[in-house]
């Protein structure tokens, strides 16, 4: 099972230059977090592969499968850095809604986002109401709503922004839990989502890839000496400025 993006053009304005030009990228297995400065193209990457926005040029698929078509939605689940409450609804009711707008049946949609919060430890929410959740709980019921409804690909945009260490640490260990049979990729501006957890690290600045590869060889980039506990901040920098790129 490949997600790739295959020579993708995308702009969000048609006298600007585009975000990304003749982009292409394949998602390994496991843990992927994607690194890069405001304005990398790492918003658009995600949009591109949720099918939330279609390139100008080029292709996205799932396997066999073209994004826009009803079984890639079902399969690719795209998590944006704001999940809004909906006060009216509990944490169980509101991820059975989105197994339902993915297509499951009313009971099916019920009975799955049980299991679903289970599987990102919210057992003691299921029936909280999710404008009574912490921002944290409530990114963890968006991760639910991708569970529900099967899907093997989940794309998270910023989704530890705001959160103190300890949530971070919390839905860090829910997401390194998934992934025997998800693969998920994860923006971030901040390397400490990189921790031990990721088994791959994506780099970008300038809609293009600076490095793609596993968390050791992004490691290596570590210049001699760093300090210790600040070894991915410091491979993180030296990819920018041995690019060229300010840092």
């Given at each position: 099972?490949?997600?790739?993006?295959?020579?993708?053009?995308?702009?969000?304005?048609?006298?600007?230059q585009p975000?990304?030009?003749?982009?292409?990228?394949?998602?390994p297995?496991g843990?992927?977090?994607?690194?890069?400065p405001?304005?990398?193209?790492?918003?658009?990457?995600?949009?591109?592969?949720?099918?939330v926005?279609?390139?100008?040029?080029?292709?996205?698929?799932?396997?066999?499968?073209?994004?826009?078509?009803?079984?890639?939605?079902?399969?690719?689940a795209?998590?944006?850095?704001?999940?809004?409450?909906?006060?009216?609804?509990t944490?169980?009711?509101?991820?059975?809604?989105?197994?339902w707008?993915?297509?499951m049946?009313?009971?099916?949609?019920?009975?799955?986002?049980?299991k679903a919060?289970?599987r990102?430890d919210?057992?003691d929410?299921?029936?909280?109401?999710?404008?009574?959740?912490?921002?944290?709980?409530?990114?963890?019921?968006?991760?639910?709503?991708a569970?529900?409804?099967g899907a093997?690909?989940?794309?998270?945009?910023?989704?530890?922004?705001?959160?103190?260490?300890?949530q971070?640490?919390?839905?860090r260990?829910?997401?390194?839990?998934?992934?025997?049979?998800?693969?998920v990729l994860?923006?971030t501006?901040?390397?400490?989502?990189?921790a031990e957890e990721?088994?791959?690290?994506?780099?970008?600045?300038?809609?293009?890839?600076?490095?793609?590869g596993?968390?050791?060889?992004?490691?290596?980039?570590?210049p001699?000496?760093?300090?210790e506990?600040?070894?991915a901040?410091?491979?993180?920098?030296?990819l920018?400025r041995?690019s060229?790129?300010?840092?």
């Amino acid at each position: 099972m490949t997600l790739e993006l295959r020579n993708c053009t995308y702009g969000y304005r048609r006298w600007k230059q585009p975000v990304l030009r003749d982009f292409s990228y394949s998602l390994p297995e496991g843990l992927t977090v994607l690194l890069g400065p405001n304005g990398a193209g790492k918003s658009t990457l995600l949009k591109l592969a949720a099918s939330v926005n279609r390139p100008q040029e080029g292709e996205v698929f799932l396997d066999d499968t073209r994004a826009g078509d009803a079984a890639y939605r079902r399969a690719v689940a795209w998590m944006p850095q704001d999940i809004v409450p909906m006060p009216t609804l509990t944490a169980r009711e509101y991820v059975a809604y989105v197994g339902w707008l993915k297509g499951m049946t009313r009971a099916d949609a019920w009975k799955h986002a049980r299991k679903a919060l289970v599987r990102v430890d919210l057992t003691d929410k299921i029936d909280a109401r999710t404008s009574q959740l912490s921002g944290g709980q409530l990114r963890r019921v968006g991760v639910a709503g991708a569970l529900v409804h099967g899907a093997r690909v989940l794309l998270l945009d910023e989704p530890t922004a705001g959160m103190d260490p300890y949530q971070r640490r919390v839905f860090r260990d829910i997401l390194r839990g998934l992934t025997h049979d998800v693969r998920v990729l994860l923006s971030t501006h901040d390397v400490a989502d990189l921790a031990e957890e990721a088994d791959h690290v994506t780099v970008m600045h300038g809609g293009r890839i600076l490095h793609h590869g596993d968390t050791r060889a992004f490691l290596a980039h570590t210049p001699p000496g760093t300090v210790e506990g600040r070894a991915a901040e410091a491979a993180y920098t030296a990819l920018l400025r041995n690019s060229g790129v300010a840092a």
